[in-house]
Nanobody, 125 residues
Framework: QVNLVESGGGLVQAGGSLRLSCAAS????????MGWFRQAPGKEREFVAV????????YYTDPVKGRFTISRDNAKNTVYLQMNSLKPEDTAVYYC??????????????????WGQGTQVTVSS
């Protein structure tokens, strides 16, 4: 079992920045792959970013490439999502997710066994 708790969401103007954090507990953090997803009102939950167990490999959805950075601190059992140059279309509930598996479908929410409660990010124009 893995417990995930997100923090850092809020209201920001377009062009601004936010850093989301996700603290994990219940399992050796370095043994799990971590991802971020988001869900805008009326839309399906979508993949944002993923980071490998060591932190050496990351992938991003195209709309956030060059603006968002995922990172992890295995000593603090925490994964981060640094979001810069935010746009109104980034407005969503952001979810942290974890998997102990090795599926190549890192963008598919179905491969993630554990989820946080979500944190709201609102970007005003």
């Amino acid at each position: 079992q893995v417990n995930l708790v997100e923090s850092g969401g809020g209201l920001v103007q377009a062009g601004g920045s936010l850093r989301l954090s996700c603290a994990a507990s219940g399992r050796t953090f370095s043994s799990i792959r971590m991802g971020w997803f988001r869900q805008a009102p009326g839309k399906e939950r979508e993949f944002v970013a993923v980071i490998s167990r060591s932190g050496g490999t990351t992938y991003y959805t195209d709309p956030v490439k060059g603006r968002f950075t995922i990172s992890r601190d295995n000593a603090k059992n925490t994964v981060y999502l640094q979001m810069n140059s935010l746009k109104p279309e980034d407005t969503a509930v952001y979810y942290c997710a974890a998997t102990g598996g090795y599926s190549g479908r890192y963008y598919d929410m179905r491969v993630y066994e554990y989820w946080g409660q979500g944190t709201q990010v609102t970007v005003s124009s």
